[in-house]
């Protein structure tokens, strides 16, 4: 059954097990104490979890320069304590997906080494050089302002080498037939060690052209078909979500027409469009976005996620749209980053304003796709702007009002703890949110649980809903016989709604409330009125709530005409 598409329907939630729980009390967060998490997560409702990378690593780059694929850094724990947390999960019917990061490696990785020590030696062509400096060294860095180039010159090699990311991580030549082998056995292992996927890093990059005469980088998509069906063969329901902020035009190209290559991809267009939508009341470019990424295959899906563990990139926004989002949510240089992003976290930008933070997750939760949450977004977690670039949204959970918010026992984390100001740990934490009803993290543990009941999001086909007033965003779907309506004022004044369902007959006359008791009656016109108060969201379902006696089992059923 198609229905068997497990990534469709879910919610994922992305963590970094350094940051999480630190059994052993050196300050690390390890897989011990994420183990000892997963009733949490289980608790919380999410389906599947995204671990960022937790190889060996010198950790310049936060796990993203690996220096063994094949093992678990020492810090975190062992390849046993890995398949403990698998199997944890399997149990709890959570699913996990791994960082694969295969367009650098770090420059401590023997591969580099042994590359670097001689222009024979058996992994030089692993790695991408130049015997002078190319003229293109100083475009295409992905770092501005903190990379200087993406050519440097490595005494040992007498030679250039390539990075698209800082100087530590020298690019793989993934047009080698040899690397292509490697990435594969890589997949292979981790598959067989309980995952179920894969979050694959900065894919456009992993399958350009590179080298010093290319000018123009070229993505050759045939090597996504390649991963995708050895992921298969291996194991039929793997993933693998594709971390490509590229154009709708290209969409497809990732997707492929079939639905062969790349099973997800993060919707940073969308995620751009959204804050903007924020900023500016105006829903306008969103819907836009949203219709530019319609087209995807039946069995493809949308990663929708607010903020991650880089900065927000507003790369793809006007100028004018960009200076938009800055202003009202990152207007200090020190929140800025790269000259295209905010480093923030979520609550902070948006003031810590409860009526926002749950109008930015009724939005990612009801936008066509699957949505992705960032550990401590749940209870509305904040920023050390004093650490560097994106760590300053990478510091320990916060769990309790113990020391260092209950992350570790030892005194010194490897993050500082926020222990100051509105966000301190001793005013947002989980201990403290679990025993209040109305906190954040409950809000969020129901707005997921009702999310999981609507697979029409996840599933159907959506129209954007005519109300003739830009700060109102309204959305239907329609999925096996049923349709589902969702209503968002992103203005900070109450607004008055107007629209018709846009169903035949008397079709879209009732709206019966999910989330409160406050239904909908069409007016003898077929409009519907709603008063929404500031920032305000409705999700409603068409019709009544004999849904689940209404739904089809097949797709292509006409509403008005049920099997
Ligand atoms: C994208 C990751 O999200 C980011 O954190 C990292 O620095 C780069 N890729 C390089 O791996
Ligand atoms: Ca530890």
């Not at 480093?343 to 997750?361: F, N, Q, S």
């Not at 702007?385 to 309790?400: F, G, V």
């Amino acid at each position: 059954m198609i229905d068997d598409l497990w990534y469709k329907n879910g919610v994922f939630y992305c963590l970094s097990v350094g940051t999480y729980m630190d059994a052993n009390g050196d300050g690390i967060g390890d897989f011990k104490g994420l183990l000892r998490r997963l009733d949490y997560l289980h608790g919380l409702g999410v389906t599947a979890i995204w671990l960022m990378p937790f190889q060996p690593s010198p950790g310049k780059d936060d796990g993203y320069d690996i220096s063994d694929y094949y093992g678990v850094d020492p810090r975190y724990g062992t390849l046993g304590d890995f398949v403990e947390f698998t199997h944890g999960c399997r149990q709890r019917g959570i699913r996990v997906i791994v960082d694969l990061v295969v367009n650098h490696t770090s420059d401590a990785h023997p591969w580099f080494r042994d590359a670097r020590s001689s222009p024979d030696s058996q992994h030089r062509d692993w790695y991408v050089w130049a015997d002078k400096r190319p003229a293109s060294a100083s475009k295409g860095m992905v770092f501005p302002g903190v990379q200087k180039s993406t050519w440097t010159h490595d005494k040992e090699a007498k030679a250039w080498f390539f990075h698209r990311f800082y100087d530590f991580q020298p690019d793989l030549n993934t047009s080698n037939p040899y690397v292509q082998a490697e990435i594969l056995k890589i997949m292979g292992f981790w598959i067989q060690l309980g995952v179920s996927g894969f979050r694959m890093d900065a894919v456009p990059f992993v399958i350009s052209t590179k080298g010093a005469k290319v000018t123009t980088p070229v993505e050759q998509y045939d090597m996504l078909r390649s991963l995708r069906e050895f992921l298969q063969w291996r194991q039929g329901n793997a993933i693998i979500l594709a971390e490509a902020n590229v154009l709708p035009e290209t969409d497809m190209e990732y997707f492929g027409k079939d639905g062969d290559r790349m099973h997800m991809m993060f919707n940073f267009h969308v995620n751009q469009n959204l804050f903007y939508a924020m900023a500016s009341a105006d829903s306008r470019p969103l819907a836009k976005a949203l219709k530019a990424t319609r087209p995807r295959p039946a069995s493809a899906q949308w990663g929708l996620f607010l903020r991650n563990h880089d900065e927000l990139d507003l790369g793809r926004l006007t100028k004018a749209q960009r200076a938009v989002v800055f202003k009202s949510f990152g207007p200090d240089k020190n929140m800025q980053l790269y000259d295209r992003g905010i480093r923030r976290r979520l609550a902070p930008m948006l003031g810590g304003d409860r009526r926002r933070l749950e109008l930015a997750y009724s939005l990612m939760c009801t936008l066509p796709g699957t949505p992705v949450i960032r550990y401590g977004d749940e209870i509305g977690m904040g920023d050390n702007l004093d650490l560097p670039e994106r760590n300053c949204a990478r510091t320990p959970m916060q769990w309790s009002m113990e020391p260092q918010a209950g992350f570790t026992k030892g005194d010194k984390p490897c993050s500082p703890v926020i222990d100051e100001g509105p966000y301190g740990y001793e005013h947002i934490n989980v201990a403290k949110q679990r025993r209040d009803p109305n906190s954040m993290l409950n809000w969020t543990e129901r707005i997921i649980r009702m999310r999981k009941e609507v697979p029409e999001i996840g599933w159907g086909d959506f129209s954007v809903i005519a109300t003739r007033d830009p700060a109102i965003l309204a959305i239907r779907y329609d999925w096996r016989n049923n349709s589902v309506l969702f209503v968002h004022n992103l203005d900070e004044k109450p607004r008055e709604a107007s629209f018709s369902v846009g169903l035949a007959g008397d079709e879209g006359k009732h709206l019966i409330n999910l989330l409160s008791e406050d239904h909908s009656e069409a007016n003898n016109r077929g409009k519907h009125t709603l008063m929404l108060e500031a920032y305000g969201y409705r999700w409603y379902r068409v019709g009544g709530l004999d849904y689940l006696l209404k739904r089809s089992d097949i797709d292509g059923v006409n509403a008005n005409h049920p099997e």
